[in-house]
């Protein structure tokens, strides 16, 4: 099967084309050879994007399709059961109307820290299989043996949680600093990249000190009115480690209104499984909710941005909110209100996460690699919610039916 679109705007994942032809041979992008193609698409007007790639979520049954259907072709999981990840990573390889996945599987945490305290959350007992007890690591002694396991769970990457109750609102048992060390150093012998869950300063810095990869969300704690947090950026871009942004996941845990604007947009909303439209409102009982933390977030990301860290836009997507798929939608927004221009977060959401997760055949635009594909009416590299006017995905060459 070979597909041309035509005439087409097309933002490779690092720069601007103003016009040109994409040719999809089979799973493939080809350079145009001028020899016949089945299907032929009229590209003017229209916008050519590599598949988004969401590089903090949680998939539980139903996301991968609903991630899709909104462009995400690439999901990086960062915490998931055993039982739950192998289901998906089978419908992952077996369907073609499903977004790609990578996983961290089960994250590291101490015994009973975060975020075990979410498994007993209202509306949880209905995901079955994929909530529950999970393995821990009390000590520096079992961080081995734990990411063995992991390696034999298949994870692509290592996940582990530093919040002693910064989430939750009440204070939780936290890894110490020595086995967050004796994790990553393990993670690194096993050949996977560490990454942090780390909310606060506090605990950015001991990631940081143990020297992990990637963090998992900014910070969101830091006083606009001092130097914190950029000084937290210079030591991040310094060390060459990269942050998933999780802005939409600030305002959605804080309750901000801004997340509201998503959902009222239709191009957004008519694509949402009904049971999705509802289920925006995340239980705010479960989460404490600080009213300064989006703006925070911002702050540190805008910090980020200006110290060169490396941003990679990612919303910690839930059944709940933010939304698998549409939450990127959002977070590109709030990446440029943390002052990327609109290619900037368009290379966030794609070149950027594929380069530092070695994702090497995706991310890009370009002859060779996998055909996965958002074609969007309009122009997203100048106005950013041109993302949401979606008119065609493939996923590995598979022309999404719309
Ligand atoms: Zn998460």
Same mark, same amino acid.
């Given at each position: 099967?070979?597909?041309?679109?035509?005439?087409?705007?097309? $933002?490779?994942?690092?720069?601007?084309?103003?016009?040109?032809?994409?040719?999809?041979?089979?799973?493939?992008?080809?350079?145009?050879?001028?020899?016949?193609?089945?299907?032929?698409?009229?590209?003017?007007?229209?916008?050519?994007?590599?598949?988004?790639?969401?590089?903090?979520?949680?998939?539980?049954?139903?996301?991968? !399709?609903?991630?899709?259907?909104?462009?995400?072709?690439?999901?990086?999981?960062?915490?998931?059961?055993?039982?739950?990840?192998? =289901?998906?990573?089978?419908?992952?390889?077996?369907?073609?109307?499903?977004?790609?996945?990578?996983?961290?599987?089960?994250?590291?945490?101490?015994?009973?820290?975060?975020?075990? /305290?979410?498994?007993? !959350?209202?509306?949880?007992?209905?995901?079955?299989?994929?909530?529950?007890?999970?393995?821990?690591?009390?000590?520096?002694? /079992?961080?081995?043996?734990?990411?063995? %396991?992991?390696?034999?769970?298949?994870?692509?990457?290592?996940?582990?949680?530093?919040?002693?109750?910064?989430?939750?609102?009440?204070?939780?048992?936290?890894?110490?600093?020595?086995?967050?060390?004796?994790?990553?150093?393990?993670?690194?012998? *096993?050949?996977? /990249?560490?990454?942090? #869950?780390?909310?606060?300063?506090?605990?950015?810095?001991?990631?940081?000190?143990?020297?992990?990869?990637?963090? *998992?969300?900014?910070?969101?704690?830091?006083?606009?009115?001092?130097?914190?947090?950029?000084?937290?950026?210079?030591?991040?871009?310094?060390? &060459?480690?990269?942050?998933?942004?999780?802005?939409?996941?600030?305002?959605?845990?804080?309750?901000?209104?801004? &997340?509201?604007?998503?959902?009222?947009?239709?191009?957004?909303?008519?694509?949402?499984?009904? #049971?999705?439209?509802?289920?925006?409102?995340?239980?705010?009982?479960?989460?404490?909710?600080?009213?300064?933390?989006? *703006?925070?977030?911002?702050?540190?990301?805008? %910090?980020?941005?200006?110290?060169?860290?490396?941003?990679?836009?990612?919303?910690?997507?839930?059944?709940?909110?933010?939304? #698998?798929?549409?939450?990127?939608?959002?977070?590109?927004?709030?990446?440029?209100? *943390?002052?990327?221009?609109?290619?900037?977060?368009?290379?966030?959401?794609?070149?950027?996460?594929? =380069?530092? $997760?070695?994702?090497?055949?995706?991310?890009?635009?370009?002859?060779?690699?996998?055909?996965?594909?958002?074609?969007?009416?309009?122009?997203?590299? &100048?106005?950013?919610?041109?993302?949401?006017?979606?008119?065609?995905?493939?996923?590995?060459?598979?022309? /999404?039916?719309?």
């Amino acid at each position: 099967m070979r597909t041309l679109i035509r005439d087409v705007r097309v $933002f490779d994942g690092e720069r601007t084309v103003p016009r040109a032809d994409v040719l999809i041979d089979g799973a493939l992008i080809a350079e145009p050879d001028g020899r016949p193609v089945d299907v032929e698409i009229d590209g003017s007007g229209r916008t050519v994007l590599p598949g988004l790639i969401d590089a903090h979520t949680h998939v539980f049954d139903g996301d991968l !399709a609903q991630a899709l259907t909104f462009g995400v072709t690439t999901e990086l999981d960062m915490f998931c059961l055993p039982r739950n990840l192998a =289901r998906q990573r089978r419908i992952a390889a077996e369907r073609d109307d499903v977004a790609d996945l990578r996983s961290a599987g089960v994250l590291a945490t101490a015994p009973g820290g975060h975020p075990s /305290q979410l498994m007993a !959350a209202e509306g949880m007992a209905a995901l079955g299989d994929a909530v529950g007890p999970f393995e821990t690591v009390a000590d520096a002694g /079992q961080a081995r043996a734990f990411v063995a %396991a992991r390696l034999a769970e298949g994870a692509d990457y290592l996940k582990i949680a530093i919040d002693g109750g910064t989430v939750s609102g009440t204070p939780l048992p936290v890894l110490g600093p020595d086995v967050v060390a004796a994790l990553v150093e393990a993670a690194h012998d *096993a050949g996977l /990249q560490a990454i942090a #869950h780390a909310v606060t300063t506090k605990d950015a810095l001991v990631a940081l000190d143990a020297g992990v990869d990637g963090l *998992a969300h900014v910070c969101f704690d830091a006083d606009p009115l001092d130097s914190a947090a950029d000084d937290l950026a210079a030591r991040i871009a310094a060390q &060459g480690v990269f942050v998933v942004s999780t802005l939409s996941y600030f305002e959605a845990i804080t309750g901000s209104p801004g &997340g509201a604007e998503l959902m009222r947009d239709e191009r957004i909303r008519s694509r949402l499984p009904e #049971h999705a439209r509802t289920a925006g409102d995340r239980d705010t009982d479960a989460l404490p909710v600080y009213s300064e933390g989006v *703006a925070g977030a911002l702050h540190a990301a805008r %910090a980020l941005h200006r110290a060169g860290a490396p941003l990679l836009a990612g919303t910690d997507a839930t059944p709940f909110a933010p939304l #698998h798929g549409a939450g990127m939608h959002r977070e590109m927004v709030l990446l440029t209100e *943390a002052g990327l221009t609109p290619e900037e977060a368009l290379a966030a959401a794609t070149a950027v996460p594929a =380069r530092w $997760f070695g994702l090497t055949d995706r991310g890009r635009i370009a002859p060779g690699l996998r055909a996965d594909l958002v074609l969007v009416e309009g122009d997203p590299t &100048g106005d950013i919610t041109a993302t949401r006017a979606v008119a065609d995905v493939w996923r590995r060459g598979v022309r /999404q039916s719309r």
